[in-house]
């Protein structure tokens, strides 16, 4: 892990997040300064640059010595520095609103885990998670800028997760791209269905539940062990039967029913603001599978377009969160209760 630059790559809901709090949190305990930052949180590069400086800083000292903090370590920068109600830091960059000036800043701040590192003679390691959200504000500028910064810091290890692959792949192996070959691609797979049955089987035991071998690999099996969702379904279960404490196999759709109606409201409004298109093909996914979408015998089953109208509309339904592609490239609808929704359009 050492300085290296690692790009994690996963479908959603699999358990990025978690791996990498995992791993900061034992790098922690091995002195390390450690940072998390989730780029999907921001709406502009300024408010990103903003929490991570005040990241950076609060990992790295105490909230009253933020001014000295930044008169010492990155003299001529100008900040506002508030509290709100309960006492927290925010802070604010002050400068003329041009986007060369925030580019001079973000550089700055770029620079900063390597200065930190080197002061405190500590190893760094900065985690940006749904990094391909930054290309969101002004891309190439940052990515540009970053990679510039970064490729200097002995001591400052990378994470660049994130769940859109194919923005992520083409960051890393386009080589026009600042970030072409910065390290290693790692992607997650999903764990093993075997695995999930005897994690949450104890935990069922545990709780005093009765429940049978074959329920609990219904459950893996019905939201294609993604952890989120065996979490999700597996705490209803649990609610729906606390008195009781017997699960079968049919509290299962029983379940899955009743969190797709509690939604079911947003679903339709979701559907209603999708074109007939992206309906169309969303449907046929659902209903005939995400393999060989783009063959003539599937586009003729599902009454679709032309091949390079449901490419187009692939694309679209992946870029906006959709749908995505598993590890053989089959599409799947990506929120597995719009998925049952969907489902039920047609009963
Ligand atoms: N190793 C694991 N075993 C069991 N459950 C897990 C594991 N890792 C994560 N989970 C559960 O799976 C869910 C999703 O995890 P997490 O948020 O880390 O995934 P993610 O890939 O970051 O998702 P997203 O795409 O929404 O960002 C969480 O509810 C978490 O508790
Ligand atoms: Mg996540």
């Known amino acids: 892990m050492d300085s290296q630059k690692i790009f994690l790559i996963s479908s959603r809901k699999l358990g990025k997040t978690s791996i990498i709090i995992n791993v900061l949190n034992e790098l922690k305990k091995e002195e ?19 929490i991570y400086l005040l990241t950076l800083i609060k990992e790295t000292t105490t909230i009253n ?3 000295t903090f930044i008169r010492n370590l990155m003299p001529g920068l100008r900040i506002e520095l508030k509290f709100d109600g309960s006492g927290k830091p925010l802070l604010s960059l002050s400068y003329s609103h041009n986007d060369k000036e925030l580019n001079r800043i973000a550089l700055k701040i770029y620079d900063l885990p390597g200065i930190i590192s080197e002061k405190r003679k500590k190893r760094v390691v900065v985690a ?40 992520l792949n083409e960051m890393v192996n386009s080589p026009q791209n600042p970030f072409y070959k910065i390290g290693p691609v790692m992607f997650l797979k999903k764990i093993e269905e075997k695995q999930f049955f005897e994690f949450i089987k104890e935990k069922f035991i545990s709780t005093k539940f009765k429940i049978s071998d074959e329920t609990l690999f219904k459950i893996i099996e019905k939201v294609e062990n993604i952890p989120y969702y065996i979490q999700m379904i597996c705490h209803e279960l649990w ?13 299962i759709e029983i379940v899955i029913d009743q969190l797709v109606r509690e939604n079911s409201q947003n679903f339709h409004i979701e559907w209603s603001r999708l074109i007939l298109n992206k309906r169309r093909l969303l449907k046929a996914i659902v209903i005939d599978g995400g393999k060989n979408v783009l063959s003539i015998e599937y586009i003729k089953r599902n009454e679709l377009y032309y091949p390079s109208s449901v490419q187009r509309t692939l694309k679209s339904l992946i870029k906006d969160g959709y749908l995505d592609q598993d590890d053989e490239n089959n599409y799947y609808i990506t929120d597995l209760l719009f998925r049952e929704w969907i489902r039920k359009l047609h009963i």
């Not at 300064?33 to 590069?45: M, P």
């Not at 749904?130 to 190439?140: A, P, R, S």
């Not at 609610?239 to 509290?251: A, G, P, W």
Request: overall charge neutral; glycine content about 6%.
């Open 32 to 50: 390390l300064i450690t940072i998390y930052i989730d780029i999907e949180a921001f709406s502009s590069h300024k408010e990103f640059l903003e």
């Open 65 to 67: 010595k933020i001014l």
């Open 239 to 251: 609610n729906y039967k606390l008195l009781k404490k017997e699960i079968s196999i049919d509290d």
């Open 128 to 167: 940006f998670d749904e990094f391909q959200e930054i290309l969101k504000f002004n891309g190439k500028n940052i990515e540009g800028s970053l990679r510039t910064s970064i490729q200097h810091q002995r001591n400052v290890g990378y994470i660049f997760a994130g769940s859109k692959r194919h923005l």
